[in-house]
């Protein structure tokens, strides 16, 4: 598999499609002329860009929101990067769980994960690294992949931490597209929202679990 994913990527490079994925104007001009096969070629872009690392996918959702606007922009990428998420975390338990779960010394560490409290830790974490742009999303959904966290746990976590980044760098695309300095300011405004979220969850968890430790 990770050979077919390097020479996938070597594909790319030599066809001058990674350039081209990596050049907004040019991405744009290439999805636009797709017709109806650019909402999928959009989705199909992003999967690609979470299973291999290599591949940005910030342009893309950018392209997203220049042509199909905020909302199905937003649709299009959100279900793309959730895909991608949903295979790599896939990729990471088929291939790689079992080995590690051999290793004496990461066993214990795996089963005091697997506990409902330790679940409900990892989620969060999950959650918090989908609102912070410079952790990486494809990074984080092979290595949840190697933990005892439940499919379903990952699949919630990433989807509700998805879907405002999302939003956020789909808005960025439409606005640098249509250079409107006050749609600018408002995605500046909600980025800086975004960012304060994981700080926001981790003050709740911080209080919740001293409420528990009181009453117990």
């Not at 409290?117 to 999950?126: D, E, F, H, N």
């Not at 929202?193 to 919740?208: D, K, Q, S």
Request: hydrophobic letters at 55%.
């Amino acid at each position: 598999m990770l050979i077919g994913l390097v020479t996938l990527y070597w594909i790319l490079m030599e066809t001058g499609a990674l350039s081209t994925l990596t050049n907004k104007q040019a991405l744009r001009e290439w999805v636009g002329q797709l017709g109806g096969w650019g909402p999928l070629t959009i989705i199909a872009m992003m999967i690609a860009a979470i299973v291999m690392s290599p591949i940005p996918s910030g342009p893309i959702a950018m392209v997203a929101g220049a042509i199909y606007g905020p909302l199905w922009g937003t649709a299009y990428v959100v279900i793309g990067a959730e895909a991608g998420a949903l295979l790599a975390f896939g990729i990471a338990r088929l291939l790689g769980y079992e080995v590690i779960h051999r290793w004496s010394r990461t066993r214990p560490i795996l089963d005091w994960l697997g506990r409902e409290r330790s679940q409900t830790g990892l989620m969060l974490v999950v959650f918090a690294s989908r609102l912070v742009p410079f952790i990486s999303f494809d990074a984080v959904s092979y290595a949840a992949g190697l933990t005892p966290l439940a499919f379903w746990r990952f699949l919630i976590a990433t989807l509700a931490g998805v879907v405002p980044t999302a939003y956020l760098i789909v808005m960025f695309g439409e606005v640098l597209i249509t250079a409107d300095s006050r749609g600018l300011t408002v995605a500046l405004i909600l980025a800086s929202g975004v960012t304060l979220l994981p700080l926001l969850a981790r003050v709740v968890w911080t209080r919740h679990r001293k409420r528990r430790t009181s009453s117990n």
